[in-house]
């Protein structure tokens, strides 16, 4: 999938990974992914937390239904659950339905 076949950016890159829990996971090679509601970066561009540049690597839809454990090691938690409890503490209102569809961000550090 090609950038000019994916929707338009709803956040900037800058707003990828903010909590600082998560910045020290991505830091500490925890967490390769993160899910978003919209677009906040297109495979190519660079985020960089605390001096350390990351590569956006692949962007694309899944809904929570289809979350894995596998899936949950990306965002830095053991299961899905371990997951879905943290996201729903951060977005209490949030309900978790199975086929909501948040877009999957994966990321690598940039070799120099």
């Known amino acids: 999938m090609t950038n000019e076949n994916l929707p338009e950016k709803s956040c900037s890159i ?16 925890e967490k390769t992914a993160t899910r978003r509601n919209g677009v ?13 540049e990351f590569e956006v690597t ?3 839809a899944q809904t929570l239904g289809e979350l ?9 938690f053991k299961t899905v659950e371990e997951y879905k409890e ?5 977005h209490p209102k ?3 339905l ?9 990321f ?3 070799q120099k």
């Open 14 to 29: 800058e707003r990828l990974v903010t909590i600082e829990e998560d910045v020290q996971k991505v830091l500490n090679g």
């Open 40 to 52: 906040y970066a297109y495979p190519g561009e660079v985020m960089v937390l605390e001096g350390k």
């Open 58 to 60: 692949a962007l694309y």
């Open 68 to 76: 894995t454990d596998e899936d949950a090691l990306t965002e830095g």
């Open 86 to 90: 943290s996201i729903l503490a951060l």
């Open 94 to 96: 949030m309900p978790w």
């Open 98 to 106: 199975p086929k909501m569809s948040v877009w999957v961000h994966e």
């Open 108 to 110: 690598s550090p940039v």
